[in-house]
């Protein structure tokens, strides 16, 4: 069973690297024509080097993360911490609550470099970054909390469960089930009420004109708006974005201030219509059973492994153990997401072309068209990704493919 995990875990790796560079030796692959006046010259020469740079980066932090799984696998790490969280704790979920804290705080510490990395080397480089390190640091902070809190309460429920019901395996897969569902709703719920205005500052949209034909669109299509926020998004990045928040007929709308600097009104709400035109096509629902649905085989999944008295055994543990358990699901269930990936890609694909379509309907579609364009421009997309990389990674079709659909309308 060891060599079983560890194989998998090499399998994967490679796998993916295998894709990252496929994708890669993609980069000099000729521009669709539709997409040819994306990039000049001197900006295309500047995407290469940034794709070539974040390439070479992703597999550097891909190698770290192989080295501390073998590492703590291989050399008795794990092991290891079992003897501390029992020493510290009695309590069963105390220990294995402190067992995960403690593997997180090695990961955290190991991986914060590259991501600081990351943030103030690459993308300040490329003219992507505006976050300070005062507020790196704060958002640091405020997802550890985050993570402790609401993860360490998740976890702590899940192990209440297993405790109660190890002996019928069933019934703890499907309580897991109903915990980890009820926590999903209560994310999506709570999501522009807290957890976005926890990281970000969001103001009222200005009275005028744009604030009028968000709302008129809103009105032809079915929906009230209940909230028109701007959010401060270039205080961490010159990126742009926009969404809804909410479920049903009632919604909150959030647009970057970058979006909002680089866009015209009618690009704004073109891109406003293709979020409505998920939101009437249920596509936020969907998703959410499809979720629900991999989240009950993947609890499956936990099920069998914490079943396994080998495998703790196998890597220098005493006994079963929960947090262990967690770790070699994380295993396990790579393959079973690489699986998954592509039909729910394919289906996210699928919505996108849709909802490009809808926009069409109520907003001229050269507007479409142009902020398109002009999102791949300001967010340095890649306009030839590998068509293997696209069906494993991408949620939304390469913007080509897009254009041509809409152009095809």
């Known amino acids: 069973m060891k060599i079983i995990v560890i194989g998998i875990i090499i399998i994967m790796f490679l796998m993916d690297i295998g894709i990252s560079i496929l994708n890669y030796r993609n980069r000099n692959a000729p521009f669709p024509d539709n997409v040819g006046d994306i990039y000049e010259e001197p900006e295309y020469q500047r995407w290469l080097k940034y794709f070539m740079e974040n390439f070479r980066f992703g597999i550097i932090l891909k190698c770290l993360n192989l080295l501390i799984i073998l590492i703590m696998l291989l050399l008795g790490g794990f092991a290891k911490l079992e003897s501390i969280s029992a020493g510290w704790f009695e309590n069963d979920i105390l220990q294995t609550l402190s067992f995960i804290g403690l593997y997180f705080m090695i990961y955290m510490i190991l991986s914060l470099p590259f991501d600081y990395y990351k943030t103030f080397v690459i993308e300040e480089k490329y003219g992507f970054n505006k976050m300070t390190l005062r507020t790196f640091v704060l958002d640091q902070v405020k997802g ?79 929906f009230e708006i209940q909230s028109i926020f701007v959010m401060d998004a270039s205080r961490r990045s010159t990126r742009l974005n926009a969404f809804f928040s909410g479920m049903g007929r009632v919604r909150d709308v959030v647009l970057f201030d970058t979006l909002i600097e680089k866009l015209s009104e009618d690009e704004v709400l073109a891109v406003l219509a293709h979020e409505l035109g998920h939101a009437i096509h249920k596509d936020v629902q969907k ?40 770790i070699l699901f994380s295993v396990f269930v790579q393959p079973l997401s ?68 809409i152009n095809k309308l």
């Open 144 to 222: 550890l909390m985050i993570g402790a809190v609401i993860g360490g309460g998740i976890l702590a429920v899940i192990n209440a469960i297993f405790l109660m019901f190890s002996e019928r395996m069933f019934l703890f897969v499907l309580l897991s089930w109903v915990v980890v569902t009820f926590v999903m709703i209560l994310m999506i719920l709570m999501n522009t009420r807290f957890f976005v205005k926890l990281f970000n500052k969001l103001s009222p949209v200005e009275e005028g004109s744009l604030k009028e034909r968000i709302q008129d669109l809103a009105c032809e299509t079915g």
């Open 338 to 405: 690489f699986i998954l990936s592509i039909p729910i890609n394919a289906l996210s694909r699928k919505a996108e072309y849709a909802a490009d379509a809808f926009s069409a309907e109520y907003i001229d579609r050269s507007h479409m068209v142009s902020a398109l364009k002009m999102l791949s421009q300001e967010n340095f997309s890649n306009l030839t990704p590998h068509p293997l990389y696209v069906m494993m990674h991408y949620s939304h079709p390469p913007v080509a493919l897009r254009l041509e659909a």
């Open 287 to 326: 998703m959410f059973l499809r979720q629900i649905g991999f989240f009950g085989l993947f609890m499956a999944v936990l099920g069998l492994v914490l079943e396994s008295e080998t495998l703790p055994i196998a890597f220098g543990l005493s006994d079963v153990h929960f947090g262990f358990g967690l």
